[in-house]
């Protein structure tokens, strides 16, 4: 079993920044594809950044790319999702996924692709 446990969350002001982690616990998940979700109120959850297994790819949706950065440090089982120049429409409940099926490929962006998802953390910005 794998167990995501998100922290980082807060209330910002319109272009602040906040870092959110995610540790990843139980089995070897160091090098498994992983991926940060967020969901608004009365909408549906949404990708918001990814990462391959080894960290050497990342990839963006539109909406934050240039401003937010995903990074992962396997040794300590961590992702984590640098967020700047934050905006009240991120505000949002983000949530940490993992993949642990078979992953021929390095990109996934959907939440049926992945296994594993942490509680959530909120994350509001004021404008």
């Known amino acids: 079993q794998v167990q995501l446990v998100e922290s980082g969350g807060g209330l910002v002001q319109a272009g602040g920044s906040l870092r959110l982690s995610c540790v990843a616990s139980?089995?070897?998940?160091?090098?498994?594809?992983m991926a940060w979700f967020r969901q608004a109120p009365g909408k549906e959850r949404e990708f918001v950044a990814g990462?391959?297994?080894?960290?050497?790819?990342?990839y963006y949706t539109d909406s934050v790319k240039g401003r937010s950065i995903i990074s992962r440090d396997s040794a300590k089982n961590t992702v984590y999702l640098q967020m700047n120049s934050l905006k009240p429409e991120d505000t949002a409940v983000y949530y940490c996924?993992?993949?642990?099926?078979?992953?021929?490929?390095?990109?996934?962006?959907?939440?049926?692709?992945?296994?594993?998802w942490g509680q959530g953390t909120q994350v509001a910005v004021s404008s």
């Open positions: 990462i391959n297994r080894s960290g050497g790819s990342t």
């Open positions: 996924a993992l993949r642990d099926r078979s992953s021929p490929t390095s990109i996934y962006y959907r939440p049926l692709e992945f296994d594993y």
């Open positions: 139980g089995r070897a998940v160091s090098t498994k594809p």
